[in-house]
Nanobody, 116 residues
Framework: QVQLVESGGGLAQAGGSLKLSCTAS????????IQWYYQAPEKQRDLVAS???????NYADSVRGRFIISRDNAKNMVNLQMNNLRPEDTGVYYC??????????WGQGTQVTVSS
């Protein structure tokens, strides 16, 4: 079955960096579009960054210039390099994968906490 496993979350100070990774299995990763979402406490889940199968990249305005999304098809992995972190970046970060047939899968989420 399809599995998405996130890693790399944790605690960082404001201005610091974290790198999140999402590794997929059981799916056509190369042909899939990948997104990172984040959910702050008691808030809706919002899109942070996306990278398509053709490497088209988009960012939310709140993270543009600070976060970098990348993918490694050989490793079935997508990364989110998070720089210059802010306390408002605190939340649970989820990896979302959409296959060429439009099936959608979510990871279990990884907690990011940024202290001021």
């Amino acid at each position: 079955q399809v599995q998405l496993v996130e890693s790399g979350g944790g605690l960082a100070q404001a201005g610091g960096s974290l790198k999140l990774s999402c590794t997929a299995s059981g799916v056509n990763f190369r042909g899939s579009d990948i997104q990172w979402y984040y959910q702050a406490p008691e808030k809706q889940r919002d899109l942070v960054a996306s990278i398509s199968s053709t490497y088209y990249i988009n960012y939310a305005d709140s993270v543009r210039g600070r976060f970098i999304i990348s993918r490694d098809n050989a490793k079935n992995m997508v990364n989110l390099q998070m720089n210059n972190l802010r306390p408002e970046d605190t939340g649970v970060y989820y990896c979302r994968l959409r296959t060429p047939s439009r099936s959608v899968y979510w990871g279990q989420g990884t907690q990011v906490t940024v202290s001021s």
